[in-house]
């Protein structure tokens, strides 16, 4: 049976990681994969999250099962984070899920039970595993407008205008909360309450990949476009990671939220997405669980974890800047970079410039152009601003 297997395309961006681990040249250089770097280029783990290591290692009495949902603790304290204090949380069905895209599937596969005949939505360009995902549920998927012609800003006119002329009652609309992956690019305030109320117009469901909270304004700012839609729409899904902003990338921590008009609904759709997640991987991780519980919970520790993620946020910032003023300094005008937000960037170089940077300077981003900004350093910024320079000459 397994003679019949054939070799499987690699994955887009995991692919080009493998190839860097490969590459022997000395001084190569790695911004295709969304991980957070510091200064000195390592991904590291933040005190408060060794911290809490600490407390739940001294205090930790079991192995045992979570529930399918995962634990209580965890679940209060991420609904307070994402939704904010004020929510009704009684709304709110919400699930620990093995990181977003966990989150993601699980959603899907909880609402392919009620749309069946539903379309998923999806930016054009998006993350490369959401329509896989959103297919593997069994759902069509479609593509609305997202990048101007010059891949520098948002084509938000063809957006609205392509959902408003083909999307359907009880289609999916997959939005970005905040930081777009790959593009960086954001709808502001005024847009995305149109967005809002053009999906309501159309009875669309708004489903929300909120992979970097904390990233592009904060933590607070950074779900405001929450909110918008939760003003126009009595139904909404939120899949949120904690990969990025408390660096817990192997340990798989998200969240499914399915939010209903009344807390009525709540206990059934709670119940769809047990079933989804117990036919998939059963229940949660634990380890990855108590540590954002732990942080949440423990003032102390929150305080210490909000000020990480502003200091990540800031370093983030300061590459952005740094790398539009070494490519100033070389003629080329890549302001339009400081618009975009969050760990990726858009540069508008095309699939040849990033396999020549790739080939002859050993510099890896992906064939979109796009680079992880946080993957830059104080150290590395001439050689990439030399190289992309170079490479716009071809």
């Known amino acids: 049976m397994f003679e019949h297997f054939s070799?499987?395309?690699?994955?887009?961006?995991?692919?080009?990681?493998s190839a860097f681990e490969k590459d022997p040249r000395v001084g190569k250089l790695n911004l295709t994969v969304g991980v957070y770097k510091d200064e000195a280029g390592r991904t590291p783990i933040l005190e408060s999250v060794k911290l809490a290591e600490a407390k739940i290692f001294q205090e930790q009495k079991s192995k045992g099962y979570l529930p399918i949902e995962g634990g209580k603790d965890y679940i209060d304290q991420v609904n307070r984070l994402v939704l904010g204090e004020g929510f009704e949380f009684g709304r709110v069905a919400t699930a620990h899920t093995p990181g977003g895209t966990g989150a993601l599937r699980a959603g899907a596969d909880t609402l392919a039970s009620v749309a069946?005949?539903?379309?998923?939505?999806?930016?054009?360009?998006?993350?490369?595993?959401?329509?896989?995902?959103?297919?593997?549920?069994?759902?069509?998927?479609?593509?609305?407008?997202?990048l101007n012609a010059a891949k520098t800003g948002l084509d938000f006119e063809g957006m609205l205008s392509q959902i408003q002329q083909a999307g359907q009652a009880g289609d999916i609309v997959c939005l970005h909360a905040c930081c777009h992956n790959p593009t960086g690019i954001d709808p502001s305030v005024q847009e995305w309450k149109q967005i809002a109320e053009l999906l309501a117009k159309k009875r669309m469901l708004p489903f929300l990949d909120f992979a970097y909270q904390g990233f592009g304004d904060g933590l607070v700012e950074d779900s405001k476009p929450l909110s918008i839609l939760m003003e126009h729409h009595p139904e909404l899904v939120v899949c949120a990671s904690f990969s990025k902003n408390f660096g817990l990338y192997s340990e798989r921590v998200g969240a499914l939220m399915m939010i209903s008009e009344s807390a009525k609904s709540t206990e059934s759709v709670l119940s769809q997405i047990r079933l989804a997640i117990r036919c998939n991987y059963s229940n949660p991780p634990r380890h990855g669980e108590a540590i954002v519980a732990k942080v949440l919970s423990d003032p102390e520790l929150s305080v210490r974890w909000r000020s990480e993620v502003d200091q990540m946020r800031s370093r983030i910032h300061s590459m952005r800047s740094a790398l539009i003023q070494g490519m100033e300094s070389r003629g080329k005008d890549f302001g339009f970079l400081a618009a975009q937000k969050g760990m990726f960037s858009y540069t508008g170089l095309n699939p040849m410039q990033a396999d020549w940077l790739k080939k002859e300077k050993g510099i890896y981003i992906v064939g979109t152009g796009r680079i992880n900004v946080a993957g830059l350093t104080s150290a590395s910024m001439d050689i990439v601003c030399d190289g992309i320079a170079e490479a716009c000459a071809i």
């Open 116 to 146: 069946p005949h539903g379309r998923f939505w999806i930016s054009n360009p998006t993350w490369a595993n959401h329509a896989a995902v959103f297919q593997a549920a069994g759902f069509e998927t479609q593509s609305y407008c997202y």
């Open 7 to 17: 070799l499987a395309p690699p994955d887009a961006i995991l692919g080009l990681n």
